[in-house]
């Protein structure tokens, strides 16, 4: 079946350490992926999306993702996490609506 | 506040009672979607309108949910007879978009529905 995965349910960091989130989709043809975050309490927001152009994506926060279309991967990551990053991120790719992977839990100690 | 709107925040009912849910999009998006949110789940599609129309509804929307956007703006969502199994956060989102053009969905707070 076609799906969003994304490998880790659950990463603990140390604040300053360098983060990945892995992201693969199984869809074919054009596809426009989308990271989202949910800070605790808070409603799912944007944190990059990519389209087209530049594989490297910037988004907020300091955060970037890498499309990598023969891996079929758009993995997010940050070269030094904040204790504020502590959230659930969440890859999707938009097939008309947002398909979204299952969330991962990110816990970063102060 | 401009963004996206939902009313309740919270929702708690016996099983077999009907429960309706209201969202508010931002105002000038034609686009309004509906998903459902379960512990340790990314959201998951059930509906969405474009303007007034019911364009696209997911099998997992069964015969006791209903949605609806009457004047192309803000949109309901009702469930009959609720289930425990119904026991999720549903969540709006609102957008602009045209044809196969889609841009980013701004998501409200949720609702979050506990059935007993």
């Known amino acids: 079946a076609q799906s969003v995965s994304q490998h880790n349910h659950h990463v603990i960091l140390s604040e300053a350490a360098s983060l990945e989130l892995g992201c693969n989709y199984s869809?074919?043809?054009?596809?426009?992926l989308f990271w989202y975050v949910q800070y605790p309490g808070q409603h799912l927001q944007l944190l990059l999306k990519y389209f087209s152009g530049d594989p490297l994506v910037k988004g907020i926060k300091g955060f970037e993702a890498e499309f990598i279309k023969s891996k079929f991967s758009f993995n997010l990551r940050k070269p030094s996490v904040q204790w504020s990053d502590t959230a659930e991120y969440f890859c999707a790719v938009i097939k008309g609506k947002l398909i979204f992977g299952q969330g991962t839990t990110l816990q970063v100690k102060p | 506040d401009t963004g996206v709107s939902q009313d309740p925040r919270h929702k708690i009912t016996k099983r077999g009672q009907n429960v309706t849910f209201r969202c508010d999009p931002i105002s000038e998006h034609n686009r309004l979607y509906w998903y459902r949110q379960t512990l340790g789940q990314g959201p998951e599609f059930l509906t969405y309108?474009?303007?007034?129309?019911?364009?696209?509804k997911s099998r997992l929307l069964s015969d006791r949910f209903s949605a609806e956007r009457p004047k192309g703006s803000f949109s309901t969502l009702e469930i009959q007879r609720t289930e425990q199994g119904d026991s999720a956060m549903y969540l709006c989102a609102s957008s602009l978009g045209a044809g196969e053009s889609y841009n980013e969905q701004f998501f409200g707070p949720g609702t979050r529905l506990t059935v007993l």
């Open positions: 309108f474009q303007n007034e129309a019911q364009l696209e």
């Open positions: 869809y074919g043809g054009t596809v426009n």
